[in-house]
């Protein structure tokens, strides 16, 4: 029976560059027969690193009127633009003492975080885009956190406001806030949700990126997953059993935001 573009969605991977963009563009275009993959990225370089293929699409996100093309005809959106702090150089481990960050011009977290993440889901929202996943962080809810500090920055405000407007912004939305990420292979750990950072307060709060992305895609295929926040951790290796059944891991959650 030929399968038909219709019946597959087609979701646009914003960060499609970034090391868990590109984890996420890589999986769906490994399921060809569920999804038409789509990538956004901020350069030609990015574009070819990540294979330069004609799906992928480069754009500013800080420019509202750059992201038409990429969301036009999209059915999801996986938000996973953030900026990044870059440590000053000159740093001296040996010496002790902590290392300094900045943000480059125009790429603070308020660009990035705020301005760039509302661009997209207003755009989204105008081209009828159905259903909009978010990778936020975990730590939002204390403005004190560590990570506000760097460059003062104030990631973690900025985020947790991009959040806010994607929760009112009346798209079926599933807001993601993983804990430290990690580069380990995905699938073979239990996976852990909370909510208002409770999972900080224990030894599990950190993830794999593999695992990030694999929620970012199933949670497209779950209605237990729309209109849902929530944290995400994983237990050690080994510890407990990795997660097969997403829509059971969905249904445990029942914050909002």
């Known amino acids: 029976m030929a399968d038909s ?15 868990t963009g590109h984890i996420v563009y890589n999986k769906l275009k490994e399921r060809s027969e569920q999804f038409v993959a789509r990538g956004l990225v901020r ?7 990540i294979g330069g293929a004609d799906d992928v699409y480069i754009a500013d996100i800080r420019d509202a ?6 969301v036009q005809g999209a059915d999801a959106l996986i938000i996973l633009t953030s900026a990044v702090p870059k440590m000053k150089p000159g740093f001296d481990p040996s010496k002790g003492g902590r290392p300094e960050f900045y943000y480059e011009d125009g790429m603070y977290p308020e660009q990035v975080d705020w301005i760039g993440q509302k661009n997209q889901i207003d755009a989204a929202k105008a081209a009828g885009v159905k259903h909009i996943v ?4 975990m730590g939002g809810t204390n403005p004190n956190h560590p990570l506000n500090s760097l460059g003062n920055g104030n990631i973690l405000v900025w985020k947790r406001k991009a959040e ?6 009346g798209v079926a939305y599933t807001i993601i806030r993983p804990g430290g990420l990690q580069d380990k292979d995905g699938g073979v750990r ?6 208002d950072d409770e999972l900080l307060q224990t ?3 950190s993830i794999p990126r593999a695992d990030v992305a694999e929620v970012c895609v199933q949670a497209l295929q779950y209605e237990e997953a729309k ?11 080994g510890v407990g059993t990795p997660i097969k059944d997403f829509r059971a891991l969905f249904s445990q959650i029942t914050a909002r935001f």
Do not use: N
Not at 43 to 49: A, D, G, P, V
Not at 164 to 169: E, I, N
């Open 5 to 19: 573009a219709a019946s597959r969605p087609t979701v646009l991977v914003t960060g499609a560059g970034g090391r």
């Open 43 to 49: 350069t030609e370089e990015s574009k070819q690193k």
């Open 65 to 70: 009127d750059h992201l038409a093309p990429a």
């Open 134 to 137: 978010l990778v936020g962080s």
């Open 164 to 169: 806010q407007y994607l929760a009112d912004s």
């Open 190 to 195: 239990e996976l852990i949700v909370g909510k």
């Open 203 to 205: 030894d599990t709060k």
């Open 227 to 237: 209109f849902k926040a929530f944290d995400l951790a994983s237990k050690p290796e």
